[in-house]
């Protein structure tokens, strides 16, 4: 159970384009989803937080305009990558935790991540 | 500030040596600690959850323990497939959504 499938696990794009990144909980209702990126040898930096059916609430210093965070269903978040530039690219992950009546509601359970290189 | 430190950033260790991480946190209240593995180009794996000092969680050769201002992951008689970074996270009270402060992990080569 509690599974997280992260699509699509890499791509290359031109700089300029937009690209866009979808998290589904598969097994179950995700209220909250969330957005990190990672880069090489360093840990997890939140980027913002996604609850269905409201706007995304963003970590300081991440563009709202630039990470597109759209939570239009249980099942289901996309993060869009606006005008993409390389310094864009890195390793962006999302994150799911179950609804607030289950006792495991605090654990978030991670997607397999999205490499994204920008060209 | 809250703050969360691992230690040591990287360890090397001999199939079958026994040894621990260390995970330190400054926080204004604690709801949650975490430990998730992660191997290369994968998302974190959940490992376990502990919620107060005192408590402890088993999973394999994996022993996570908690204190008030830390807590350890314990690993016996590690096998080179427990060759992964090691991640400690925590969640703060009145939160937030539920949102997570990672530390900066732990990479761990077992070798036979």
């Known amino acids: 159970g509690a599974v997280v499938s992260q699509h699509p696990s890499w791509v290359i794009c031109k700089s300029g384009t937009s690209v866009k990144i979808e998290c589904r909980s598969l097994d179950f209702q995700a209220t909250t989803m969330f957005w990190y990126r990672q880069f090489p040898k360093q840990s997890l930096m939140l980027m913002a937080t996604?609850?269905?059916?409201?706007?995304?609430?963003?970590e300081q210093g991440v563009e709202k305009d630039k990470f597109l965070i759209n939570h239009a269903s249980l099942t289901l978040s996309t993060l869009t990558v606006t005008s993409a530039h390389p310094e864009d690219s890195s390793f962006y992950i999302c994150?799911?935790?179950?609804?607030?009546?289950?006792?495991?509601?605090?654990?978030?359970?991670f997607g397999a991540g999205t490499r994204l290189s920008v060209l | 500030e809250d703050q969360v430190t691992q230690s040591p950033e990287a360890l090397r260790l001999q199939e079958g040596e026994s040894s621990s991480l260390n995970c330190s946190y400054t926080v204004s209240g604690l709801r949650g600690l975490f430990w998730y593995r992660q191997d290369p180009g994968k998302g974190p794996e959940f490992l376990f959850t502990?919620?107060?000092a005192g408590e402890e969680k088993e999973k394999e050769r994996l022993k996570a323990t908690l204190t008030k201002k830390e807590s350890f992951l314990h690993i016996t008689a590690p096998k080179p497939e427990d060759s992964a970074t090691y991640l400690c996270?925590?969640?703060?009270?009145?939160?937030?959504?539920?949102?997570?402060?990672f530390g900066q992990g732990t990479e761990l080569s077992v070798k036979p």
């Open positions: 502990l919620y107060s």
């Open positions: 994150s799911a935790s179950l609804p607030r009546g289950s006792l495991a509601k605090n654990i978030q359970y």
């Open positions: 996270a925590v969640q703060l009270l009145g939160n937030q959504g539920g949102k997570l402060i």
């Open positions: 996604s609850n269905e059916g409201s706007k995304a609430t963003y």
